[in-house]
């Protein structure tokens, strides 16, 4: 069965700190993997995948198989960074498995 | 607003009672989802839908719980025989096609007492 973990529930960072949201994955095929993102009183929405390779509002995310991990990172955290960050893995691009998510505090 | 639309935003029930969730979709995506979200957890998946056909359903989703999709537009989730651990936002998405990002609507939060 494929499992999403995200071992930090909150991460608290000054701004223009750098930034680190850990997403380890388990899962025996080739997965497809997202980040999500949740503002305060907004719907979650898609921060970026893994297979288009693209910075998204200064965050970026590389796949590593052997670790089987899909950190997202930023170089200098904005208050406006703070929210709910998600990270899910999608089968054969069908049904999402999101991990518990952690929350993202960016501090003036 | 073209995003996907999710009614009643909340809803209140008694245990044992019967609910119906409403999802309306981006205009001409083909897949519709259900997931519930838990406090403290991350969305699990429920079902999907390709047009109106139902293509798979979670272990989650007991007999008490039934989703359509008729005429491949908007979709409805119901629950009978609500239990207090149905409480939980229930959240619908919606892609273009199978390999498109799926696009999330604002939830259904679900209290049962």
């Known amino acids: ?108 | 607003d073209t995003g996907v639309s999710q009614n009643p935003r909340h809803k209140i029930t008694k245990r044992g009672q019967n609910v119906t969730f409403r999802c309306d979709p981006i205009s001409e995506h083909n897949r519709l989802y259900w997931y519930r979200q838990t406090l403290g957890q991350g969305p699990e998946f429920l079902t999907y839908f390709q047009n109106e056909a139902q293509l798979e359903k979670s272990r989650l989703l007991s007999d008490r719980f039934s989703a359509e999709r008729p005429k491949g537009s908007f979709s409805t989730l119901e629950i009978q025989r609500t239990e207090q651990g149905d409480s939980a936002m229930y959240l619908c998405a919606s892609s273009l096609s199978w390999a498109d990002t799926q696009y999330f609507g604002p939830g259904t939060r679900l209290t049962v007492l």
Not at chain 1, 25 to 50: A, I, K, T
Not at chain 1, 60 to 81: R, V
């Open chain 1, 1 to 108: 069965a494929q499992r999403v973990t995200q071992p930090e529930k909150l991460l608290s960072v000054f701004k223009g700190a750098p930034v680190e949201l850990k997403c380890n994955y388990s899962y025996s095929g080739s997965p497809e993997l997202f980040w999500y993102v949740q503002y305060s009183r907004q719907r979650l929405q898609l921060l970026l995948r893994h297979i288009s390779r693209e910075s998204i509002k200064g965050f970026t995310a590389d796949l590593n198989k052997g670790e089987t991990s899909f950190h997202l990172k930023k170089p200098f955290a904005q208050e406006e960074d703070s929210a709910m960050y998600y990270c899910a893995l999608s089968e054969g691009y069908s049904t999402l498995t999101f991990g518990k998510g952690t929350m993202l505090l960016v501090s003036p």
